[in-house]
C-alpha cells in the first residue's frame, strides 16, 4: 500500500462574506474509510460541495488544498474537473430520488456515466454494469435497467448510485448521508454494501454522517466538525480517548458505549449470515 494520502485536504470555505469552514485539515490513506460527523449546520455539505469542486454552483467560494491522488482540484479549471469527477472521484449522494433523471432509464444514465470517461464498447459496458448491479444486490436484466426511477424504490436507487459511483473504479468516494431516507434494515445493508466495495476494490472513502452507529460499523477513523472546525480526530476504536465535547454529545446519544457496540458489530461479523434472497425485477424493496 502506498504510504501517500489518496486524498489530502486543508481548506477554508465562505459563502460570500460569511465564513463556513475555518482551516479543516485531514488526510486519507488509500483504502481508508475516514467518517466526517457534524450537527446540521456544522459544515458538512459545504465541504462535501468543496471537494467535488461544485461549491462555485451555489455562491460559495473555497481556497486551500484538496489533493487527490497528487492533484490540487481546487486550483483546477472546471474542464478538467470534468474529467476527475466520476473518474477518481465520485459522489454518492444524500437523496437518491433527487440525483437520478426522472426523463430517463436506469439503463440510460449507465450509459451516460460510461460515455463521459470511456469509449463506448457495448461488451465491455454491459459486463461492467452486470458484474456491479450484483455487486450490489440488484437485477441487471433488461426489464430492469428500461425502469425509469419512479418505478423502482428509495434503497434501489441508491444501490443504483452507489453503483454508478463504482462504475469507473475511482480512487475515492464521498458519500454524503447516503442512508439518512432509507429504513433501518436498509440502512445496515447499504451500510455493509459500500464497506464491502471499499475493501473488495480497495477504494478509500470519505463517509458524511451525522449518525454514529452507521459511522461505528462503517468508518476506521472518526472526525468531529464543530462550527466549521474538525475539533477531534480519532480511530474508531480510541472512542474512549474523546476529550472534545461535540464528540462526547454523539457518544452519549448512542445506545451502548462505543466499545460495547464495537464488540457486538465484530462478533456480527464472525457470525456467518443467513442466506438472503434479493427480490426479482418485478418486485421493490
Given amino acids: 500500500m502506498s504510504c501517500r494520502p489518496i486524498l489530502q485536504i486543508r481548506l477554508d470555505a465562505a459563502y460570500r462574506l460569511r465564513p463556513i469552514l475555518r482551516d479543516v485539515a485531514f488526510e486519507i490513506a488509500p483504502g481508508e474509510i475516514l467518517a ?13 460541495l468543496s471537494v467535488m ?14 489533493i487527490l491522488d497528487g492533484q490540487d482540484l481546487i486550483s483546477m479549471p472546471e474542464r478538467d474537473l470534468r474529467k476527475i469527477r466520476g473518474r477518481k472521484i465520485a459522489l454518492v449522494p444524500q437523496s437518491p430520488m433527487s440525483a437520478l433523471n426522472p426523463a430517463i432509464s436506469l439503463g440510460a444514465h449507465f450509459r451516460e456515466a460510461w460515455k ?11 459486463h461492467r454494469v452486470r458484474t456491479l448491479l450484483g455487486e450490489v444486490q440488484l437485477p441487471s436484466d433488461k426489464e430492469f435497467l428500461s425502469r425509469r426511477p419512479r418505478e423502482i424504490s428509495v434503497g434501489q436507487a441508491q444501490r443504483v448510485l452507489i453503483a454508478m459511483a463504482m462504475l469507473h473504479r475511482p480512487a475515492l468516494i464521498v458519500a454524503d448521508e447516503p442512508t439518512s ?11 455493509d454494501l459500500l464497506r464491502t466495495l471499499s475493501r473488495r476494490y ?11 452507529v452507521s459511522v461505528l460499523r462503517l468508518a476506521d477513523r472518526i472526525a468531529v466538525l464543530e462550527g466549521g472546525r474538525i475539533v477531534e480526530c480519532l480511530p474508531k476504536k480510541d472512542l474512549k480517548r474523546a476529550r472534545e465535547e461535540a464528540t462526547l454529545a454523539f457518544i452519549r ?17 464472525d457470525t456467518p449470515p443467513a442466506e438472503t434472497h434479493y427480490p426479482a425485477a418485478s418486485g421493490r424493496q
Avoid: N
Avoid at 466526517?36 to 462535501?48: F, H, Q, R
Avoid at 469542486?53 to 484538496?66: E, H
Avoid at 463521459?116 to 454491459?126: D, I, K, L, V
Fill in 253 to 269: 446519544c448512542l445506545p451502548a458505549p462505543p466499545d460495547v457496540l464495537l464488540q457486538w458489530q465484530q462478533d456480527s461479523a
Fill in 181 to 191: 431516507a432509507l429504513d433501518p434494515v436498509t440502512q445496515v445493508q447499504v451500510i
Fill in 116 to 126: 463521459a470517461h470511456e469509449r463506448f464498447s457495448t461488451p465491455a459496458f454491459e
Fill in 53 to 66: 469542486g461544485l461549491l462555485g454552483l451555489r455562491g460559495g467560494s473555497a481556497k486551500g488544498q484538496v
Fill in 36 to 48: 466526517l460527523v457534524g450537527e446540521s449546520g456544522a459544515g458538512k455539505s459545504t465541504l462535501v
Fill in 202 to 212: 480497495g477504494t478509500s472513502m470519505l463517509y458524511i454522517s451525522h449518525d454514529l
